[in-house]
């Protein structure tokens, strides 16, 4: 398909989901890269298992606009049939399924044919597709006596990978492998996708779950994950656990050794195009990320980079002083300063003066760990924005009400005082302009 045609087609499929500025600038970003260099997709059993169709047309949509993923799959919940019908099922340790020369056996079967399930799926959807064999993950034995022949990824054989995705066939990857002597090995579907993930350097990396991302105590799926900031709060505060816990260590590894600006996406099969073509997704977003700090004292800010990526951000020049004249009262700012946000007493609650992403850190995960930080340390939060401010639906999805007071719209968080509402609004929408335009 001529690539006029392509994004065209692509512009027609995604037009619901998003405006057209959003959708050319992910044509444009995908359209960079090689043919490998797309997206590394990683599908658990169960998923095949119970939403294969759902998928498969996720994945036919990518390659009918010229897109060709790498896809991962396990098979978790097949071979646990398969195992239990053959009477050869040795366990698991440790979180491995314990493989012994019968065990290997049926997983061998088992994964050629969830693979070849998967191909079918995608060409009946329109799409291409092709399983690859068990050489191109080279791996070595762990511990034989403790999990038999259990492998763990050391190096992939791309050339039939990329030959492969360049004839606009998706690759489809599963969880055997070979020794360098020829040995099949049985490979755990994260390890491959952590080791595919470091041999290709994707752009994108997509777990596809059933849930579609990773849930909070009340059963919501968390949007953004910052691992180096958020992390050990969210287990010290149970939100993290167990196997969710496990997951975010696998994912935090196989972002180890990629760019900082890696992340990994957990989203559901139906979810798949709006979170790898949308800035906000649909699922739970995963970085390893920036730390940001609370800081109370101006002396411990660098007011210079701070005013720096203020007005970078809003490509607006700061009045003289405006930053230095606030009356501060906490600041959070992410450790290379490309985050901040900074509130003020504002009674017996807090007025949020500055939120601020560099366009850099734009789909980062950083609003939302600014955000989170923010609302546990301030149970009341008021803040005003411009009319016409495009972060304020970022702004309506957080607020607990708002009040038009043109030129502002004046937003709270929190159980504001209703009986002096009205002046509370008029006393934030008189406050200073920060900019010289007369911008806050």
Known sequence: MPEPTLRSALTGLLSQIQDGKEVRAYLDRFGAAD????????????????ELETLA??????????????????AGPQLDAALAEAGADAGKKDGLRVTTPDVLRVVDKVARRVGADVAAAVRAHGGAASPMPPGIVEARLLDTDV???????????????????????IPIIGCVGATASGQLVNVNADAVARALCKAVR????????????????????ISSINLDAELETLVERGVVHSGMRLKLEE?????????ASSSVSITSPKGLVRELFTHGGQGTLVRRGERVATLTE?????????????????????????????DLRRAYVS?????????????????????VIDKSARGAGLSHVLWRMLREDEPLLYWRSRADNPFNAFYMERASGL??????????????????????????????????????
């Open 35 to 50: 043919r490998t260099g797309f997206a590394v997709i990683k599908v658990g059993g169960a998923v095949l298992a119970e």
């Open 57 to 74: 047309a996720s994945l036919s949509l990518l390659h009918t606009v010229g897109l060709v993923p790498i896809v991962v799959h396990g």
């Open 147 to 169: 999990y038999g022949l259990v492998g763990e990824p050391e190096r992939i054989d791309l050339d039939l990978i990329t030959e492969t995705a360049a004839s606009g066939a």
């Open 202 to 221: 994707p752009m994108k990396i997509v777990f596809v779950t059933g849930v579609g991302g990773l849930l909070d105590s009340e059963g919501s799926v």
């Open 251 to 259: 994912i935090g590894k196989l972002l180890d050794p990629l760019p």
């Open 298 to 326: 101006k002396s411990d800010l660098d007011m210079d980079r701070l005013a720096g990526l203020v007005e970078t951000a809003f490509s607006r020049r700061l009045k003289p002083g405006s930053l230095e004249a606030l």
């Open 335 to 355: 450790d290379d300063y490309r985050a901040a946000a900074l509130t003020a007493s504002f009674g017996e609650a807090a007025y949020l003066d500055k939120f």
């Open 403 to 440: 009040v038009r007071a043109d030129p502002w719209v004046v937003f709270w968080a929190g159980p504001a005082p209703f009986a002096t509402l009205d002046a509370v609004v008029a006393e934030i929408a008189s406050r200073p302009a920060s900019f010289e335009d007369g911008g806050e």
